[in-house]
């Protein structure tokens, strides 16, 4: 109950979206592109599109996510004015072959 | 298979660890066990729901559902384990002075077991759900076999080997200390789940500010190791927090601290007996 009400009262300010949008596609468990340069400090946002036919968590330390992907669905992340770097993620169900970075310059 | 063994042992730890803690603090009270199975039945049927619906509960709340849901259950959890620490503060030491068991239940209550029991249900509903989401796609692909799958289910025996290692290592400090041992397990991992409560609530964009980054000891001790699991479970370490995430921690482990001891009786000096 309280976490439905909480939720709610939240929901009005998740839908702002910043800056650039970046795509990724994760297919066979693989990402596409493997390697996403995007600009440095600015505020971005990140939309991973799971092809695949299972769900994926799509992880990254650096970048601080950590969600999961239902099978052919889609997520948007908001990914913070980052500093210039290598940002890795991973699908942590396939982490073998689902990997990558951003690139921020 | 051993991919597959770590992955879901790497979810389990968490509620391994809680429900061993869980076990340890309540034991001697009356349906004490009871209570904790319900507790993990409970959660462990609220996981698959959630892995069921994980489809529309990722795309509701303009696809924040999964932060969101996460967040508050994290925040229901810190609740809940504040609660007991306060309210043991209070009992506690009237508890271990009762030696018999009926006398203890009596005292105890059951508000105190239904709150554990609840945190204990909360901690396998998050990490089973993902558990299930990663069986349930290991089947469904077909590509990589029934040995990932049974590898999954032995990450899962092992988590619940880690709930009786737990439970057997703490129920051998005397009865005395664990008290003290217990409340500030508890105090640590309520401070540990705030923050990543707070983590999730910054990756929905709830809260857009404090976002730095408050350390990076990643090439140290990487929270994504067993060890590294553990510690983020009892202390609530993080290889990279934010700012938030440390303001959080430390400020849910003052509350707790501060309104445990002030909630706290000093004890009576009832008059004894001399052998």
């Known amino acids: ?105 | 298979m051993l991919g597959a063994l770590i992955i879901v042992f790497r979810e389990a730890i968490e509620a391994g660890l809680i429900v061993g803690i869980v076990l340890a603090v309540t034991r001697g009270l009356v349906h004490a066990r009871t209570y904790i199975f319900v507790g993990v039945g409970a959660g462990a049927g609220g996981a698959l729901l959630v892995a069921l619906f994980a489809d529309a509960l990722s795309k509701s709340f303009s696809g924040n559902g999964q932060e969101l849901f996460n967040a508050s259950i994290l925040a229901l959890a810190v609740i809940m384990l504040a609660w007991h620490n306060i309210w043991m503060s209070r009992h506690g030491r009237e508890l271990s002075q009762q030696l018999s068991t009926v006398g203890r239940a009596v005292a105890s209550g059951e508000r105190t077991l239904l709150a554990l029991a609840g945190v204990v249900g909360l901690a396998i509903l998050r990490e089973g759900s993902e558990v299930a989401l990663f069986l349930y796609g290991v089947i469904a692909s077909g590509e990589t076999g029934y040995d990932v799958f049974f590898g999954g289910l032995l990450g899962l025996a092992l988590g619940a080997a880690v709930s009786f290692a737990t439970f057997y290592g703490l129920i051998k400090i005397p009865p005395r200390s664990l008290f003290v041992v217990t409340s500030w397990l508890i105090t640590f991992l309520a401070a540990g789940l705030a923050a990543q409560s707070a983590a999730f609530l910054q990756q929905a964009g709830v809260i857009t500010m404090l976002t730095e980054t408050l350390w990076d000891t990643s090439w140290a001790l990487s929270d994504k190791t067993i060890l590294g699991r553990v510690l983020h479970t009892l202390i609530g370490y993080s290889d990279q927090p934010s700012l938030l995430q440390g303001l959080v921690y430390l400020l849910t482990l003052i509350l707790i601290y501060t309104a445990t001891k002030f909630t706290a009786v000093r004890p009576k000096l009832e008059p004894r007996l001399s052998p």
């Open chain 1, 1 to 105: 109950m309280g976490a439905i009400t909480c939720a709610a009262c939240f929901a009005t300010y998740t839908s702002v979206s910043a800056g650039e949008a970046y795509t990724l596609t994760l297919k066979d468990h693989r990402f596409e592109p493997a390697q996403l340069t995007i600009k440095a400090e600015t505020p971005a946002t990140l939309v991973v599109k799971n092809l695949d036919a299972t769900p994926e968590e799509f992880e990254s330390k650096t970048l601080r996510i950590e969600k999961i992907i239902p099978a052919n669905s889609q997520a948007s992340f908001t990914i913070r004015a980052l500093k210039a770097g290598r940002y890795k993620f991973v699908g942590e169900f396939h982490e073998d072959s689902a990997k990558g970075e951003l690139i921020a310059e």
